[in-house]
């Protein structure tokens, strides 16, 4: 008789070969290979003052900025959205994998080390997931994420003061012009919370629309000042 082979369940769990493209790893704590490692495109050029998005040399805000449509101050993203980023982001999702996690902690971490604006940060905080998430025992990514970078930075960590709504559809599959008209996604939980400025932290940065709803919550719920938002990844 003729055994299937199912693999090893393991190498899926903790995988030692790139997460793209399946070749050797050059640094065992990076989950990619050299090549894949190197495409990483880092964010960069004139980026908008307070978002972060690209936008011409002449500029200093683009134009969603410019009509005030995000409630937080200050974004930055370490990598832009991709093939490799988003294969990161989805591992690190649904497997909740140490080596990425670690990986994507780090970036940000350096990301904070290298920005100025992140210097006034006096606590880190993240997206909350709904009810029924973390019910079914979703990994909150970015809960995940800022514990790490709490550690890394030692600035603490503020916990469970934003709660996420039930949401009936799955946002994710909505068209984006969809998503973007959905109503607000938090409220504030009964703790009383107030500080400064504080940093959200979160795997990618899409429309900007569950940065500014949380930021919008902290703003005029916990009256805090500022609030500031790092990402691993933005399209
Ligand atoms: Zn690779
Ligand atoms: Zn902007």
């Known amino acids: 008789m003729r055994r299937i082979d199912i693999g090893n369940p393991l190498k899926i ?22 090549d894949c490692f190197v495409a990483l495109k880092k964010v960069g050029g004139n980026l908008c003052e307070i978002c972060g998005k690209n936008i011409d ?27 490799t980023t988003s294969t990161i982001i ?23 080390q ?52 039930e949401r009936i559809v799955n946002q994710a599959v909505l068209p984006r012009f969809l998503r973007e008209r959905r109503g607000e996604i938090f409220y504030p939980s009964k703790k009383e919370f107030t500080c400064f400025s504080i940093l959200i932290v979160d795997d990618v940065f899409t429309t900007g629309k ?9 703003k005029s719920y916990f009256k805090i000042d500022k609030v500031l938002g790092i990402t691993f990844a933005r399209s």
């Open 114 to 165: 290298e920005d100025i604006n992140f210097q006034d940060v006096e606590f880190i905080t993240y997206i909350p997931q709904s009810f029924f998430k973390s019910y079914n025992r979703y990994y909150n990514q970015s809960f995940l994420l800022a514990k790490d970078l709490s550690e890394l930075t030692g600035i603490p960590l503020a916990e469970n003061i934003l709660k996420q709504k």
């Open 210 to 218: 569950t940065l500014s709803d949380a930021a919008r919550v902290l």
């Open 90 to 112: 989805k591992n690190f999702k649904y497997y909740n994998i140490k080596s990425l996690s670690s990986f994507i902690s780090n970036s940000l971490y350096m990301k904070l």
């Open 13 to 34: 769990l903790f995988p030692d070969n790139c997460i793209v493209c399946k070749k050797e790893r050059f640094i065992k704590d990076i989950p990619l290979c050299k």
């Open 57 to 83: 040399e002449d500029e200093i805000l683009c134009d969603r900025c410019k009509d005030k449509e995000y409630f937080f101050d200050y974004v930055r993203s370490v990598y832009y959205y991709d093939k």
